[in-house]
């Protein structure tokens, strides 16, 4: 199976819980898997583990359980500092069950000279490196430091658990780790690991499948989102991004609900270009609002000067929401999206759309069934296996992002394909697309494409949800826009 990054197995891990595979039961497969390879590898003798504070202590813990109760093993397990201080309630779990399982030594290190002095490095046939995870940053501390120079000067068969501790999976020069001789790691082999410059550390890599549920890598869940930029203490106006809105003319009530959205999910700035047939009644609807008024009734390219200095100040574009499909107007939206540095491209911004945009920067492009098979110029297959194969290749060959909206959303880059099955039948009401448009704005204005695409899909179809358990059949757009908060607040 292909690789992954660290970061996206952190977002798998997460999806699974949000779909009901408790991270408790991750962590029992993967020390299980890990008590098996050591078994494959020593019929018997004594396993020596050193375990850190974080999961892959806990996956070390399920492990030497899992091996005490084979009576060819004696196993021993040192903790790097106080069992108080284990981070998470899983690995405090199965530190509690080793004082039940005939493990013939269990110490808490507490202080480096208590690891100098220790008199079980001779004895061990293998140490297991479960000190450290991937999320290391910056230089390793006492006593984890020390534990990496005793290992590696161990002269032992060294097995690390998902990454050899220490190891920076982002630094592009590996600071004080383990050299290990084994790494197992966990559902499937991690890019980083296919740099030759680290097989000095990883030694052999080998995967230990833990059975994730495979609808948490293929559809987008809670764990998605966590890589998404989010608004810090010290941030300044506009720091967490400036959407600007073009649309409206012959439907006024389309850019509205766009920029509304954006709001919501947390942009700083928003502004909406409008033509000044209706700029008094799109200002009208918030004070929130910055209107920038076009001459006349639709957008034209004589308005060009003015949205180039707007696109200047400006992050993200979404363009399409309300705008109409006058031949001026479709000339105007080709111009602009050929200078656009990011675009969110929805509605009549679609209609007639060429791709790929000469000269555009990146591009998100949300469309319907209908949309997507005038722009493909040709129909949907008919079932989501091949509809998943079609958007993937016309994303490559368009070069844009696509988020095909449907009862299962589909989103693709040209290489990586995600689902989503947030929303409700509710949501055919109209305005919702507007809606979305106006999320993913928000997101890719501080996040990449593919980022701001898959968390937009998950963000307005939970919104969605929310709302129509309070509103059922009668649930209007307005309706969603009140739950996105909601929503960003559990996130």
């Not at 405090?92 to 480096?112: A, V, Y």
């Not at 899909?457 to 309070?470: H, K, S, T």
Request: aromatic share 6%; charged share 25%; hydrophobic share 40%.
């Amino acid at each position: 199976m292909d690789a992954i990054t660290f970061s996206r197995m952190k977002a798998i891990d997460i999806n699974c819980a949000y779909l009901g595979l408790s991270p408790m039961q991750l962590m029992e497969n993967a020390g299980a898997g890990i008590a098996r390879e050591i078994s494959s590898r020593l019929d018997s003798g004594t396993v020596l583990f050193l375990a850190g504070r974080g999961n892959n202590g806990g996956d070390a813990f399920v492990a030497a359980r899992h091996l005490a109760i084979k009576k060819n093993y004696n196993v021993k397990v040192l903790l790097l500092g106080r069992p108080s201080r284990i981070r998470t309630e899983e690995s405090q779990s199965n530190f509690s069950l080793l004082r039940h399982s005939g493990i013939s030594e269990i110490m808490e290190i507490t202080d480096s000279s208590e690891l100098k002095s220790y008199d079980g490095w001779d004895e061990a046939d293998i140490i297991v490196d479960a000190v450290l995870g991937s999320g290391i940053r910056g230089s390793v501390r006492e006593p984890e430091a020390t534990a990496i120079d005793l290992i590696n000067n161990s002269g032992k068969f060294v097995i690390s658990v998902d990454i050899p501790s220490g190891l920076n999976p982002d630094a592009e020069v590996p600071g004080k780790c383990v050299s290990a001789e084994l790494t197992l790691t966990f559902h499937r082999m991690k890019k980083e690991f296919l740099s030759s410059d680290l097989r000095r550390f990883t030694g052999e890599v080998k995967v230990i499948d833990i059975g994730v549920c495979r609808d948490a890598e293929d559809f987008v869940g809670k764990g998605d989102l966590i890589s998404l930029r989010r608004r810090s203490p010290t941030s300044h106006k506009g720091d967490s991004g400036r959407v600007l809105v073009i649309g409206g003319g012959p439907y006024f009530g389309a850019p509205v609900f766009t920029a509304m959205a954006a709001l919501r999910t947390g942009a700083d700035i928003v502004t909406i270009a409008v033509p000044e047939s209706v700029a008094d009644t799109v200002s009208s609807y918030s004070p929130n609002f910055i209107v920038s008024r076009m001459p006349g009734d639709f957008l034209r390219p004589y308005h060009l000067s003015k949205i180039r200095e707007l696109m200047e100040s400006h992050d993200v574009v979404v363009i399409g929401p309300g705008l109409g499909r006058e031949k001026e107007t479709l000339e105007a939206v080709a111009s602009i999206l050929a200078e656009s540095r990011k675009a969110v491209v929805d509605a009549d911004g679609l209609y007639r759309l060429e791709l790929p945009v000469q000269g555009g920067g990146e591009i998100i492009i949300t469309p319907h069934a209908a949309e997507y098979s005038r722009l493909a110029e040709d129909s949907l297959p008919d079932t989501t296996e091949k509809r998943k194969d079609a958007v993937n290749a016309f994303s490559g060959q368009k070069g844009v992002v696509t988020l095909l909206k449907g009862s299962t959303d589909i989103v693709s880059d040209g290489e990586n394909v995600r689902l989503n099955s947030t929303g409700n039948a509710g949501m055919t009401v109209g305005g919702t697309g507007d809606i979305l448009a106006g999320i993913v704005g928000a997101l890719f204005a501080v996040n990449d494409a593919m980022d701001a695409a898959c968390g937009g899909c998950f963000i307005n179809g939970l919104a969605g949800d929310l709302a129509f358990e309070q509103k059922g059949w009668g649930l209007l757009a307005s309706d969603i826009i009140e739950k996105i908060t909601e929503v960003m607040k559990g996130l």
